[in-house]
């Protein structure tokens, strides 16, 4: 890692390590995409019951919860690289597992969920160390401008990898696991190639008190409670892409090739906001910015659950995605700016759980209030209760629904208001 940034507005990209690693998680998030349109698809058709959805979502939460204080401590304490990739050799073996799965031609699902419980436990400790390691690739000055850049190759990804996860799956979901073993293989070898700069470890053996560092430091700052405490209950109540497969095939009576585009339109919508962030970052009205993002995420899901027009429910998607990317990219600077390098495993490891807890167990609580109230009830709920939620953060943390700049920033002008003073 070079000690000054390079110039320009994507200069940061000349950065070897820092190409490395986002090609890796390029490849990586395409798999993963088109593996989850598959489980999805593939699940629903064996079943046909929405609560089943749910539990995909659930059988990769679990583990995580169970494993994902623990490994915010490993990240603390070994290589970040290569808890990275002894994940992603874990990842491609699920996809082989799931592989194997189609070509028995089992009807019976748990299987699956079994799969998913080992992917979910890989993620744990990879989702700490990943978000953590980007720390250590760029210069200070360059963090920000690295974030938007990883944000955007991510949702690029998360476009891209249910389209073809989609298309492929017309010739049978064992095609699809094949390219994402194969594209998981790519991630791993690139991966391979990254070099981080030396970490701050903190040798501490491992006890209740280091495992709760990470809580205990977010809880001291309200301003970072505030951020991703916002995104854990918004989300988590509005976690409709999870019942995409059910909503693609009984509200707008489509097929797989649909499910994958509808599944790539929140990608669009973050990766276009992404890139934008990426040339015209936010300075001023953080905290306005951050819970209009999720105001509006909680439109589009009403929106969505209102419609069974396919071009409106794409818009509505594509909004929610673009809503979404200016939270996660907020929170994320939030996180990593005010947190030092010796704890940052585990405090990614707290915001891990937060972030895991909105997407996976967003996705039980979908399936669950589906199977409870139906399909299109649930989503309306979901957007309804996101809703409720930014509005009760507001008020919660006016601190930080009111907040001008970024805290380093402010510290960064007025330290040099006080030179020019003197």
């Known amino acids: 890692m070079s000690s000054t940034a390079p110039t320009g507005r994507l200069g940061v990209l000349r950065n070897r390590n820092l190409s490395f690693y986002l090609s890796a998680r390029f490849l990586n998030t395409i798999a993963i995409q088109m593996q989850s349109v598959a489980v999805g698809w593939q699940v629903y058709q064996i079943t046909h019951n929405v609560f089943d959805l749910g539990l995909i979502g659930l059988a990769q939460f679990a583990p995580f919860l169970v494993l994902i204080l623990w490994a915010g401590h490993v990240a603390d304490t070994h290589n970040r690289r290569t808890i990275i990739l002894l ?23 748990w299987p699956v969920f079994a799969i998913l419980v080992l992917y979910g436990s890989a993620r744990a400790f990879s989702q700490p160390a990943s978000q953590a390691v980007l720390r250590n690739l760029v210069p200070t000055e360059s963090f920000s401008q690295a974030v938007a850049l990883s944000s955007s190759s991510f949702q690029v990804a998360v476009i891209a990898g249910p389209v073809i996860g989609g298309l492929l799956y017309v010739y049978g979901a064992n095609v699809v696991y094949l390219v994402s073993s194969v594209l998981l293989a790519l991630s791993l070898a690139m991966m391979a190639c990254t070099r981080s700069a030396p970490q701050a470890m903190n040798k501490a053996p491992v006890s209740w008190n280091t495992l709760l560092e990470g809580l205990r430091f977010v809880w001291s700052r309200p301003i970072v409670l505030g951020a991703i405490s916002l995104d854990l209950f918004a989300v988590l109540f509005g976690g409709a892409t999870a019942l995409l497969p059910a909503y693609a095939h009984d509200v707008l009576h489509a097929g797989p090739t649909a499910l994958g585009i509808l599944r790539t339109a929140p990608g669009a919508g973050a990766a276009l906001c992404s890139i934008a962030l990426a040339f015209w970052p936010i300075q001023r009205r953080v905290g306005p910015w951050m819970f209009g993002g999720v105001g509006l995420f909680g439109l589009g899901t009403i929106v969505m659950g209102l419609t069974d027009m396919f071009p409106i429910a794409l818009i509505a998607l594509f909004l929610m995605g673009a809503g ?9 600077l939030l996180v990593q700016y ?3 390098d010796e704890i940052r495993g585990r405090v990614s490891a707290v915001n891990a759980v937060f972030i895991g807890a909105s997407n996976e167990l967003g996705e039980f609580e979908s399936g669950v209030t589906a199977s409870w109230f139906r399909l299109v009830p649930a989503i309306l709920f979901g957007g309804v209760a996101t809703l409720v939620v930014t ?5 919660l943390f006016p601190v930080l629904s009111r907040m001008d700049r970024f805290p380093h920033h402010a510290a960064e002008e007025a330290a040099r208001a006080a030179k020019n003073t003197t």
Do not use: A, N
Not at 87 to 109: A, E, K, R, Y
Not at 391 to 395: A, L, S, Y
């Open 338 to 340: 005010e947190t030092p």
């Open 391 to 395: 509005g009760t953060w507001m008020k």
């Open 87 to 109: 994940c992603m050799g874990t990842q491609l073996l699920c996809s082989l597992l799931l592989q194997l799965f189609t070509w028995s031609g089992s009807t019976v699902v």
């Open 324 to 332: 979404d990317m200016i939270s996660v990219y907020i929170r994320h």
